[in-house]
Nanobody
Framework: VQLQASGGGLVQAGGSLRLSCAAS????????MGWYRQAPGKERELVAT???????NYADSVKGRFTTSRDNAKNTMYLQMNSLKPEDSGVYYC??????????????????WGGGTQVTVSS
């Protein structure tokens, strides 16, 4: 099982980016998914979460600007980021709590993390 985040890049303040997080491998179901980010010298912080049923939570700092969604048929989550600010810069990570085939050959629920994608917003 793997998670891969993509879509980061360099954008001017006020611009937009759309991130994707794709889960692949032997997966039976995905429960909660989430986006996190980490700026240099700072701790990783929650950006947004989305449940299998579509329940969504956002960090206060991104409410009204970011929108997360998921396509359960494609095991993919998205983060549409609008009105970007320089303070949104950082490495964005995704995670998923899913029922997948573990390394011991048994299906188990575990949290997986994707590699980060860099977002840089210039002023």
């Amino acid at each position: 099982v793997q998670l891969q985040a993509s879509g980061g890049g360099l954008v001017q303040a006020g611009g937009s980016l759309r991130l994707s997080c794709a889960a692949s491998g032997s997966i039976r179901s995905i429960k909660d998914m989430g986006w996190y980010r980490q700026a240099p010298g700072k701790e990783r912080e929650l950006v947004a979460t989305i449940t299998n049923g579509g329940g969504i939570n956002y960090a206060d700092s991104v409410k009204g600007r970011f929108t997360t969604s998921r396509d359960n048929a494609k095991n993919t989550m998205y983060l549409q980021m609008n009105s970007l600010k320089p303070e949104d810069s950082g490495v964005y990570y995704c995670n998923a709590d899913l029922l997948g085939l573990g390394i011991d050959g048994v299906y188990e629920v575990a949290r997986y993390w994707g590699g980060g994608t860099q977002v840089t917003v210039s002023s």
